[in-house]
């Protein structure tokens, strides 16, 4: 009885091992300030961005998305984002501009993550709640 529990401890300590260097490595990957290089709804040919679209994810696990506009830059929705596993994260906002959809502050929204080799690109893709799929490649600056 008590191998056994010795085993399953051991067992235990190395899956909290690993899922806390997994969330580390995953934020690292992250950190940075990326630009919007291409999009468009999943399935169809990406589309190239225009200009001006930035998304920062900090290594306190918050994150911005900013638009530059003519009339000087702004940030789209801010909030905090978790690395669930090696596809998928979750974004939580706090704040979001009035113009822009989405349910109320504070819901979780999960949205799936691929790094290119070198994780100079992401490529994200999501679900909107009108049940639009979306893509978007965005290029770590």
Known sequence: MKSILKIATALLALQLLAITT???????????????????????????????????????????????????????????????????????????IPEMGGGPLGNAFKLKYKFSEDAKMIQISYVLENGIAATEIWRKL
């Open 22 to 96: 997994f969330a580390q490595t995953g934020n690292k990957t992250f950190t940075g300030i990326w630009e919007l290089a291409q999009s468009g709804p999943t399935g169809s040919a990406l589309q190239n961005a225009g200009p001006g679209y930035l998304k920062i994810f900090n290594a306190d696990s918050t994150f911005a998305n900013v638009q530059i506009r003519n009339t000087g830059a702004i940030i789209s929705h801010s909030g905090k984002y978790t690395v669930d596993d090696a596809q998928n994260y979750t974004e939580t906002a706090s704040y979001r």
